[in-house]
């Protein structure tokens, strides 16, 4: 293993820096990406197409949320043999690893194309929206492939330290679904499923170019087609590990579905106006996930090694780089909030819903850093079940609730709005509280 890509020597700050730095602009191609899709949408298609998009994402996410959960949960175990400098083990997590992408990539493509349709009208989509919705999200599944084992490739590249190459992929893959958008949608004046379509192939070309820097590599976690396979013991720590992260995915996505629901009823107008503010609000979490990928990686490898005050000392910077980093962008969301909307469609109804969204949740993005940040810290510790019960009962079973009881009480959009700060600040208190009883010293994966 090149020490050039281990987090277990060398400056503390530079390292994560640099390995953030990456992720940040391989996350900040990848969301202007899925940005420019939806500024597209709706100005080539209109405000119906818009909605239909926006509606789509968050049950996008419901799905495949559990799925990334198990490379989250396959980087731990990864990155934790890599700072032990355990060949063997290393090798048999990537091929256990890759084997279950593959599994996933089908059982993904089934639910996506089969179940579309009954849970999207469950979620209160109105129907003129409903047929595009349908079509992007099926078309979106049908090239589950590409998203899943872009995912499992690039969170064993990760693992290893390496977020450069991770990065270009990115960069190539943007750039091919922007080109594609343009010529489907602009030039060919093709409707919602382009997009879809657009998107798909450039997971799918990214995935081909991490696959094939994997298979080439002379390193510990080269990938040799003839090893691809369910190690037995490998494969149940690594689910043991990525489960819990795919659950807590899994149901803070369910709490949006929800909450999309709600917005749902209040026409396509809502469902435009913070489904394009979400877009925007995409860019604040470039910085949250940069860094949440960073210390994850970092505390992995350095716990391996048994670099505990090492793995302290990058927990406290990495923190608060987060927690400044929130702070700045919702200052800046807050003041151009109005212009950025405008980009994805001129109506001033959708647009004055957008802005209601973005005056009411930038101001507590810090809340939102902080709780995402110690998440993947504990991750990082091998904790993760604790994590997802957080994020369970504060970003799930409290939203729901919330939504449920005083919709009819207070039947107002803002209440969609002021739910994420709440149970930000919940989830805040409740990290905090597990951190202080946590002893990084009896840790091991």
């Not at 939806?38 to 996410?61: C, K, Y």
């Not at 499923?193 to 070309?205: L, R």
């Not at 490998?234 to 579905?257: A, E, F």
């Amino acid at each position: 293993m090149d020490n050039k890509d281990l987090m277990t020597v060398g400056s503390i700050r530079r390292k994560i820096i640099f390995f953030a730095l990456n992720i940040f602009l391989g996350n900040l191609f990848q969301q202007l990406y899925n940005t420019v899709d939806s500024i597209i949408v709706g100005n080539f298609i209109g405000s119906n197409a818009l909605a239909a998009v926006s509606s789509a994402g968050n049950l996008v996410f419901l799905v495949i949320g559990l799925f990334i959960g198990i490379s989250i949960g396959a980087g731990v175990v990864i990155s934790n043999f890599v700072g032990a400098r355990d060949s063997q083990h290393v090798s048999l997590a990537v091929h256990s690893t890759v084997a279950l992408g593959l599994l996933f990539s089908v059982i993904l493509t089934v639910i996506g194309v089969v179940f579309a349709p009954p849970v999207l009208k469950m979620m209160n989509t109105p129907v003129k929206v409903l047929p595009e919705s349908i079509t992007y999200f099926r078309i979106y599944f049908g090239g589950a492939f590409g998203f899943v084992m872009y995912n499992t490739f690039v969170g064993i590249l990760r693992a290893t330290g390496d977020s450069k190459h991770p990065l270009y992929y990115l960069i190539i893959s943007s750039i091919i679904n922007i080109v594609l958008d343009l010529v489907l949608i602009a030039g060919l004046g093709m409707g919602v499923g382009a997009a879809a379509f657009a998107t798909a192939v450039s997971q799918i070309i990214s995935a081909l170019l991490a696959f094939y820097r994997l298979t080439h590599i002379d390193a510990d976690y080269k990938i040799e087609i003839k090893k691809i396979g369910f190690d037995k013991s490998m494969t149940r720590k690594i689910i043991s590990y990525g489960l819990p992260s795919g659950l807590q995915n899994s149901v803070m996505s369910l709490s949006n579905v929800v909450i999309q629901s709600y917005i749902n009823t209040f026409g396509e107008y809502a469902m435009a106006g913070i489904g394009a503010y979400s877009k925007i609000e995409g860019f604040v979490f470039i910085p949250i996930t940069s860094f949440a990928m960073a210390i994850t990686t970092f505390v992995g490898q350095n716990i391996g090694a048994g670099e505990i005050d090492r793995t302290k000392k990058g927990i406290r910077f990495g923190l608060i780089s987060t927690i400044v980093s929130c702070i700045i962008i919702g200052g800046v969301l807050i003041a151009f909030s109005e212009p950025l909307l405008g980009l994805f469609d001129k109506h001033p109804q959708v647009i004055a819903f957008g802005i209601g969204r973005a005056h009411v949740v930038s101001m507590f993005f810090f809340l939102c850093g902080f709780s995402h940040f110690m998440a993947a810290v504990l991750r990082g510790a091998g904790k993760p079940m604790s994590a997802l019960l957080v994020f369970l009962v504060c970003w799930c079973v409290v939203r729901i609730i919330v939504i449920m009881v005083f919709s009819n009480i207070f039947p107002t959009i803002y209440l969609t709005h002021w739910v994420y700060p709440i149970t930000w600040t919940l989830s805040t208190i409740s990290f905090i509280v597990i951190y202080k009883r946590t002893d990084l010293n009896k840790l091991h994966i």
